[in-house]
């Protein structure tokens, strides 16, 4: 029978606070320098917000769902220390009082002509205790899904996730006027505006989680999902894949940043923007080289002739905070890697090598680099 995701949320395996996936991607993140053949990339503010430290803890809830689930996790905790205590007292006490004989003595059968009372009262008083425990586990269980499924959504916030093998495509609809645009591995949302996001996956079942902001939810093939939450405190929360997917699952991150409603209003009216002009002749030969390479087959730039859907849109590559997928840190340094050799950062991924001379890698670096 299908548990309620309460129930699996209120667990200790799964409350455990994880900071990376994988020792190889803090090596990744921790060895990148913002500079390629001499090339110093500034980082935007969106960057610069980055250093903040990532949450990634179900026992610090910064919305109204996480809270729910984490009351019902102390509620269980307390019970079940409070019985595993008690069994523990119980086994002492017997082990304490046991009878030692000097010598073989025959089995007491008393008990079988007199029953002992005081011993079936207190096995019958302990079973019915049991029995209320675990009944009121259940109903707080019930209540808490309940309290779960009616967050008021109100004028909220809709975003479509999709999973794919290993990254996460983001479209943010039309909404109060606004244009609807794509990105990909974060979500951006308002503090104390709720968020309906609508989950599917393109090829594998995967799993959102942001535990410091709601419970599980699968992303399955052919079926659309919902998740709605509410960010009441800002910060940057991670949200790993949650569902083993394939080679690079641990390498499949996706960053929630929450931040005051101005400034996720001029994030989102930057995004509909299309890509700026090359500035220089440097970036106009990126450009160029971008378009007519492999690249545009497979990704979107809008304002250029690249209108690819196989990988995640560029438009505004720099805002965001990693790259693929949160296995290197988004720089100068980390793009040329990643262009010259994806398969050394993220064995088995779907991207292509593209092959490109050391002058033309340099100047697609310098255009994409522009994308802001």
């Not at 969106?46 to 102390?74: F, Y």
């Not at 794509?182 to 594998?204: Q, S, Y």
């Not at 002749?281 to 690249?306: I, W």
Request: hydrophobic fraction near 50%; include cysteine.
């Amino acid at each position: 029978m299908k548990r309620s995701c309460a129930f699996f949320l209120a667990r200790p395996g799964l409350l455990r606070p994880r900071r990376t996936h994988c020792a190889r991607h803090r090596r990744a993140i921790a060895s990148t320098v913002p500079v390629v053949s001499g090339v110093s990339v500034t980082m935007p503010a969106a960057l610069a917000r980055a250093a903040i430290p990532l949450e990634h803890n179900a026992l610090a809830p910064a919305g109204i769902q996480a809270e729910h689930i984490v009351r019902l996790w102390h509620l269980t905790l307390v019970v079940c220390g409070i019985v595993f205590a008690a069994v523990l007292v119980g086994v002492l006490f017997a082990l304490l009082r046991r009878r030692t004989a000097q010598r073989p003595q025959p089995p007491d059968l008393s008990g079988n002509v007199k029953p002992e009372r005081r011993t079936q009262r207190a096995v019958i008083g302990v079973s019915v205790l049991s029995v209320v425990l675990l009944v009121g586990l259940v109903v707080a269980d019930v209540l808490t899904d309940r309290a779960l499924s009616k967050l008021p959504v109100a004028d909220a916030l809709h975003i479509q996730l999709t999973g794919w093998q290993w990254w996460w495509q983001a479209r943010y609809p039309a909404d109060h006027g606004r244009p609807a645009f794509a990105t990909a591995n974060e979500l951006h949302v308002p503090v104390g505006r709720p968020v309906v996001v609508a989950l599917g996956a393109g090829d594998v079942i995967h799993s959102f989680w942001v535990p410091s902001l709601h419970g599980k939810k699968d992303l399955l093939p052919g079926i659309t999902s919902t998740i709605e939450f509410r960010a009441d405190r800002a910060g940057v929360y991670d949200g790993p894949c949650a569902e083993f997917c394939g080679a690079e699952h641990a390498l499949m991150a996706l960053r929630v940043v929450a931040e005051p409603a101005d400034r996720y209003a001029a994030w989102a009216a930057a995004q509909t923007a299309t890509a700026a002009a090359p500035a220089d002749a440097v970036a106009a030969h990126g450009m160029q080289v971008f378009e007519s390479s492999a690249c545009a087959s497979c990704h979107t730039v809008r304002g250029t002739h690249a209108v690819g859907l196989l990988g995640p849109d560029l438009t505004h590559l720099m805002t965001r905070q990693t790259l693929a997928a949160g296995a290197l840190a988004n720089n100068a340094a980390n793009l040329s890697r990643w262009i010259r050799d994806p398969n050394s950062v993220k064995p088995g991924t779907t991207m292509p090598a593209v092959r490109l001379s050391t002058p033309d890698l340099q100047a697609l670096v310098v255009w994409l680099t522009t994308l802001k």
